[in-house]
């Protein structure tokens, strides 16, 4: 029983027999013994039958679903695409809160620490493995799930510092140090820009992981990454229904300032500015849209004429309205509009309000 590939109404339908299988047995069990040592020859027959089929429906609608949710779908394929390097898509449909895959890091290190001496001592294969993982051109600005420890504050954002924090490791010896100088820079970049923070039953610990690493952001994300338990290792679970080719992507900011759905509900210049250590501009449906849904004011006839309506804010002129004013759209319900003069001052109080939250 594959529960991903099958649609929802065939496994209610499997669910439904295997319930009348069940009903049955508790029928047969629940009868008297002289009403079974009487029965004919040919119905004890057809009851053991009965029995046995239902056990095993069950013991393997179990098996199949335990092995389904601890080894994933596999229901991945990578593919190249034209502006976005590689990204991870379905291969089959599947029904929200499906497990996709479940994956242990290849490379894990607690939260706060560097990832310097447990790349020193990788396996040749596994540094070859994480070497297809994309690869920026230098190190990102600290994060906040870094602590203290930061890549670009350890060894500098360009590696300037590369060198002696090795030696200082223990790992490497000065000669050996500039041998393996350049493989090292370029793991420590692949890491920087791939690691997931995530919370195990050691703790908050960071990894990289050879297929969720590869998962794109998005700021309406199909993918929610859940921590197994098991330390170092990690569970994607669709978070909406997927249809077949659809790109899976997570949402980035796993461990930011503030938390997941506070972020998905941030507006659009917001995202992006948190998003900018990521080094790439977000290109997802949410922020390619010209209308900001997060950035909404009360219609100015209100308190008049008590109209429900919004006034949008909008990333671009709009050319659908022409009495709009600049960046701000006309009401949704009354069409009433705001003079240039009124709407910068509604976005200039919007500034302060969003300057006081941010020092709170």
């Not at 057809?46 to 179990?62: D, E, K, P």
């Not at 500098?156 to 050996?176: C, D, F, I, N, P």
């Not at 004013?325 to 109080?349: F, I, P, Q």
Request: charged share 20%; net charge positive.
């Amino acid at each position: 029983v594959n529960p991903v590939r099958q649609p929802k109404q065939a496994l209610l339908k499997q669910l439904r027999f295997i319930t009348l299988m069940a009903s049955t047995c508790k029928g047969v069990c629940d009868m008297p013994a002289s009403v079974l040592l009487s029965a004919p020859p040919a119905i004890l027959i057809l009851a053991t039958f009965v029995v046995a089929v239902a056990l095993a429906s069950a013991v393997r609608w179990v098996v199949g679903l335990r092995a389904q949710l601890r080894a994933g779908t596999r229901v991945l394929k990578v593919v190249e695409t034209p502006d976005r390097g590689k990204a991870l898509v379905s291969k089959a449909s599947c029904v929200q809160g499906v497990v996709l895959v479940r994956e242990k890091a290849i490379l894990s290190v607690p939260g706060g620490c560097s990832p310097l001496p447990a790349i020193g001592m990788l396996h040749k294969a596994v540094k070859q493995r994480l070497l297809e993982l994309h690869c920026p051109d230098l190190l990102s600005p600290a994060r906040p799930e870094d602590g203290g420890n930061a890549l670009s504050t350890e060894v500098g954002m360009y590696g300037e510092r590369l060198l002696e924090t090795m030696v200082q490791s223990g790992v490497w010896s000065a000669k050996q140090a500039v041998a393996d100088k350049d493989w090292v820079w370029r793991l420590l970049r692949i890491w920087d820009a791939n690691k997931l923070s995530f919370v195990s039953s050691k703790g908050i610990e960071q990894g990289l992981f050879l297929q969720i690493s590869r998962f794109n952001h998005s700021c309406e994300p199909n993918v929610r990454l859940l921590p197994s338990g098991e330390p170092g290792e990690l569970t994607a679970v669709a978070a909406v229904a997927v249809r077949d080719g659809d790109e899976l992507c997570i949402c980035y900011p796993e461990r930011n300032d503030l938390p997941l759905l506070h972020f998905l509900h941030l507006p659009i210049a917001r995202r992006q500015h948190l998003l900018r250590r990521w080094d790439f501009v977000c290109s997802c449906p949410r922020c390619s849209q010209p209308e900001d849904p997060a950035r909404r004011f009360l219609c100015p006839r209100q308190a008049s004429d008590a109209c429900p309506g919004e006034l949008l804010y909008s990333q671009q002129l709009s050319t659908s309205d022409p009495l709009a004013s600049s960046y701000v759209s006309s009401c949704t319900v009354c069409g009433a509009v705001l003079t240039e003069e009124a709407a910068k001052r509604l976005l200039d109080s919007e500034a302060e309000l969003q300057q006081k939250a941010e020092e709170c």
